[in-house]
């Protein structure tokens, strides 16, 4: 084929683990000795009985010193589970400088470096914890410089390793971390009936950050050196005044839909004349973190995610994520050290599978030891019943991205071509590394089925991932009656529809061409339609992965199948009485006839002048949607947050674009609608995040948006069915699995 200019073209247009810390021999396993977790989060002395003295600060570094009218107060905030950030009354950070105790204001981490971010920077700061024999005393170990904490200061003497103990105290300096801005404790966790209480989020992803190379999103879920770190300026990625956030610039109708002209123009001001985009400013003031048209910065903050949590969210599924086309892409444009090396996609997923785990363990140090934290990754349906029945979050691993487990269409080097058998093995070993929901389908053609993305730009993207230009036909070519138009398949036309009308252009793609396939061309001349669809659905390889998946009771998500791969399921999960999910909204008839469950963001909060809503109609149609047999709700919730999807504005203030006046904003405090929590409105930082001037800025303002449909106006029917989807959810997955061990 002669493209590769036209390649390069159009590519310009596209967008930790801690070292061994290994006991010294006779000392036991760290992780059985409970009881150095018990320190977290809370204000000490450090003791050492031996020279009855106490770890103290003087002008240049810490030394022993008798007495406790000079000793130096420690709080103990974790940084992982049995290490900690020792965080002095005068904010500064306990560090080792070679057999020296010093004392810095800042820590310095690959999130504020011009270093990349796959692993984590060990740093001076980090101090674990190992027991002694006797159970109140405890060795302290500097992880970066493998030192001691001994008598006369560090030494790498294990031998001369001081005994500690610590002494409650008070007045320590408050650790920086965004409040949840909620009293009380989880106290619902079933209904009357004995079904669980509670919503589901099906569709999110707290990685992002891990994933397209590591340059698109900004901002962590957490980090071991707290939100400092975390939610850190974002000039990093997004270049001066957010000049070089292009995927931000691409994703500024929420969809991906812009226009060629537009996005080129946008391109050019961006990458050659730096404009302004936004500001970069992180953790305090967050001036403008999060954006509702093109969200580029981490929403999902372990903390916000935890207020989600009080509000009522019992279950989230956490899709891993990624585009080897939009990786590739940055990685051109944008040249730099903080991408991964790799932009494949099945790297960026076993990335986020480490630290979707370590944000367990991170919440579990947070609380006090393994276990303790309320953010629990499950891997069965029992499993998360135990959890939400528990009061806690469970959390459901998937995958999303465009060719999971390296099966592309083209053959590539260095890649084995994906058959029957090798997908099978693969699958299996996604599913023991603990991920239990999949999208078979996606923006891009793999090797499995035709993606549902987009006509417009991501039409380039298809070309980029494949070799190949969409096999477009009308839409009314593809047979079958079922149909998500999810993502705008059936409702768009390509960008190269009418090419066959300019003068020339057929023999000018001739001479670039060397085929009549549209698909094969230079320049693709598809027929004129109303809307193009893809003509090709499942693979026959895409219909064995089907059948491993439901071999497994895996969660069939089709929120990216087009209206080709979608004909050639249904009928295979009705023959087999299999649930799957559409966590993109969807063809609600199809979902139900697989009695499935299909979930997608809320409508607007803008009232009307009769006070009706988008929101509230939203609420209104989940209650539309009750499995007549089970009494649960069909339709949910999901936000795709880190998703480049739309969260709801506000309906007041500079971000609203209500139509009409409003009134009655929404009051704080409020009470949960379980009763048992009661909110004031989110404060991380400086940043005070009042849902009436944000809106949906993060997943921390669901309890506020619930309050918001509540106040104006939703039934508490709706309410409740909103509140059953946790259990409905669940139910799926029990179905899956009930029907996939009877295969």
């Not at 991906?256 to 123009?265: D, E, H, Q, R, T």
């Not at 999901?638 to 139509?659: H, I, M, Q, T, V």
């Not at 800025?697 to 939703?714: H, M, S, T």
Request: aromatic share 10%; glycine share 10%; proline share 4%.
């Amino acid at each position: 084929m002669k493209v590769t200019l036209l390649s390069t073209l159009v590519s310009a247009f596209m967008l930790l683990a801690f070292p061994s810390i290994g006991a010294e021999p006779g000392r036991g396993v760290v992780e059985k000795n409970g009881k150095i977790y018990q320190f977290a989060n809370q204000c000490y002395l450090i003791y050492v009985s031996e020279s009855d003295s106490y770890l103290s600060k003087n002008d240049k570094n810490y030394a022993l010193s008798r007495g406790t009218n000079s000793a130096t107060k420690f709080y103990m905030r974790p940084a992982a589970l049995g290490v900690y950030l020792l965080f002095d009354q005068d904010k500064q950070y306990l560090i080792a400088e070679g057999s020296r105790l010093h004392y810095v204001s800042k820590i310095k981490s690959e999130m504020i470096l011009d270093i990349p971010e796959k692993d984590y920077l060990i740093t001076a700061a980090e101090w674990e914890l190992q027991p002694t024999k006797n159970v109140s005393e405890f060795y302290l170990r500097n992880i970066k410089e493998n030192t001691w904490l001994a008598k006369d200061g560090l030494n790498s003497d294990f031998r001369l390793a001081a005994a500690i103990s610590f002494r409650p105290t008070k007045g320590c300096a408050h650790f920086p971390e965004s409040e949840v801005g909620a009293a009380g404790a989880v106290t619902k966790t079933l209904h009357d009936n004995g079904m669980l209480w509670g919503f589901a989020d099906a569709h999110e992803h707290s990685g992002a950050n891990h994933g397209f190379g590591g340059k698109i999103f900004h901002g962590a879920s957490f980090h071991k050196l707290g939100i400092e770190h975390a939610l850190a300026d974002c000039e990093k990625h997004h270049g001066k005044n957010g000049s070089k956030d292009l995927m931000g610039v691409t994703y500024k109708s929420g969809s991906g839909n812009v226009a060629p002209g537009s996005f080129g123009g946008n391109l050019y001001n961006h990458l050659v004349k730096d404009e302004a985009d936004h500001l970069t400013d992180g953790y305090p003031t967050l001036s403008e973190w999060n954006t509702h048209e093109a969200p580029t910065h981490q929403s999902l903050y372990y903390k916000w995610i935890e207020r989600a949590y009080l509000g009522g969210m019992r279950v989230m599924v956490e899709y891993m994520e990624s585009t080897e086309v939009v990786c590739e892409a940055y990685k051109k444009l944008l040249p730099g050290n903080s991408e991964s090396k790799s932009c494949n996609e099945m790297v960026h997923v076993d990335h986020q599978l480490i630290k979707i785990r370590e944000l367990q363990d991170y919440v579990d140090a947070q609380s006090g030891g393994p276990g303790k934290g309320w953010f629990r990754i499950v891997y069965s349906p029992e499993e998360a019943r135990d959890v939400v029945r528990a009061g806690k979050l469970a959390v459901i691993l998937g995958i999303e991205i465009e060719n999971p487990f390296n099966c592309f269409v083209d053959e590539r080097e260095n890649f084995q071509r994906c058959d029957d058998e090798l997908v099978r093995e693969r699958l299996n070993s996604y599913y023991d590394k603990g991920v239990r929901a999949l999208f078979p389908s996606h923006k891009f053609v793999n090797a499995f089925s035709s993606g549902d993305g987009n006509a417009g730009i991501l039409e380039l993207g298809d070309y980029l991932n494949t070799g190949r230009w969409r096999d477009y036909v009308s839409c009314e070519e593809v047979p079958g009656q079922y149909w998500m138009k999810a993502h705008g398949e059936g409702e768009q036309k390509s960008i190269f529809s009418k090419l066959a009308t300019i003068p020339g252009i057929k023999t000018l793609n001739g001479f670039l061409s060397d085929s009549d396939d549209p698909a094969e061309q230079a320049l693709p001349i598809y027929p004129e339609a109303e809307a193009h669809c893809q003509r090709n659905g499942f693979t026959p390889l895409g219909m064995s992965l089907i059948e491993e998946m439901m071999s497994l009771g895996m969660i069939i998500d089709l929120g990216h199948t087009p209206k080709s791969a979608l004909n050639d399921i249904i009928p295979v999960l009705v023959a087999n009485n299999y649930p799957a999910v559409h966590t993109h909204g969807g063809d609600q008839a199809a979902v139900n006839l697989i009695n499935g469950f299909a979930s997608r963001g809320l409508g607007s909060a803008c009232r009307n002048e009769e006070g009706g809503s988008g929101l509230l109609a939203s609420f209104e149609s989940i209650n539309d949607e009750i499995d007549p047999e089970t009494g649960l709700p069909q339709k949910g919730l999901s936000y795709d947050f880190n998703g480049f999807a739309y969260y709801n504005r506000p309906r007041f203030g500079k971000l609203s674009r209500c139509e009409q006046s409003q009134k009655d904003p929404l009051e704080y405090p409020f009470t949960s609608f379980a009763g048992d929590i009661v909110f004031e409105k989110l404060h991380t930082g400086e940043q005070v995040f009042d849902f009436n001037q944000f809106g949906l800025a993060n997943i921390g303002l669901y309890p506020d948006l619930i309050e918001e449909a509540r106040r104006g106006g939703a039934s508490e029917e709706s309410l409740n069915s909103l509140f059953k989807t946790a259990e409905a959810y669940i139910r799926i997955w029990e179905r899956a699995e009930l029907e996939g061990k009877q295969q």
